[in-house]
């Protein structure tokens, strides 16, 4: 299932904060998106989820969606989000309880993502039991257990320590070449954008306006750190975000005051 924004924009009072955003997310492609503080990338995802309506323009979704889904669309947050009381397999069945599935099915598809994220050993746990690496593992394992068409991924990293992002990201790797889920992922990471991002979005600052799209054609399997094509491009990026960055720090700084 394809993810298509068409003209996205919006206005918070009078300040405008998203302009004319057309973008077509391919299905089995995971595309990032950034831009400086304030350019709209979390609002544009939750435009995207229904959280919220834009102003202006639609987001649609086009063609079948994945054998099994049981939501088009879900989300996975920088702050896990999970429930302590209940155990790691306790939080994964709560995406599945209303929809109506037998015991044996729920089962099942709980066994199936413990094993794709490697959390079989710690069904049992309790969120705080768990490391802040092993706690967002839980998060994605609750996002696949629903087989969503596209999985929005809001700064899924950003609470890691840089060993941990690592590790995740190896993980999220294995997990695409598993089975090719498709994601738009809002960072503000740049080596991850070229770690996870099949093509990187860059938006300008307020109000945010795709200023280009940058294409990786590397598979991520033989991407990781210190790869000179990947630095390079990374490099491009920051040279394309700088002044941008600059001019959103002023713009903030001047509201402050």
Known sequence: MDLLLRGISHRYGGTEVMRDINLDIRRGEIVCIIGPSG?????????????????AGEVLLSGPEPEGSLNPLTYVFQDFA????????????LVLEDHGLGKQRVAA??????????????????????SGGMRQRVAIARALAVRPAVMLMDEPLSALDSQTRELLMDDLVSLWQRERFTACYVTHN???????????????????????????DMELSERGPGHPELEAIQSQLWTLLRDEARAADREIADVAE
């Open 39 to 55: 350019c709209g990338k979390s609002t544009l995802l939750r435009f995207i989820g229904g959280l919220e309506r834009p102003d």
């Open 82 to 93: 999970l429930l302590p009381w209940r155990t790691v397999a306790g939080n994964i069945s």
């Open 109 to 130: 598809i709980i066994e199936d993502v413990l094993a794709r994220t490697g959390l079989s050993e710690f069904r049992e746990a309790l969120p705080r039991q768990l």
């Open 190 to 216: 740049l080596a991850e954008a070229v770690r996870l991002g099949h093509r990187v979005v860059v938006l300008s600052r307020r109000p945010g306006q795709i200023r280009t799209v940058v294409e990786i």
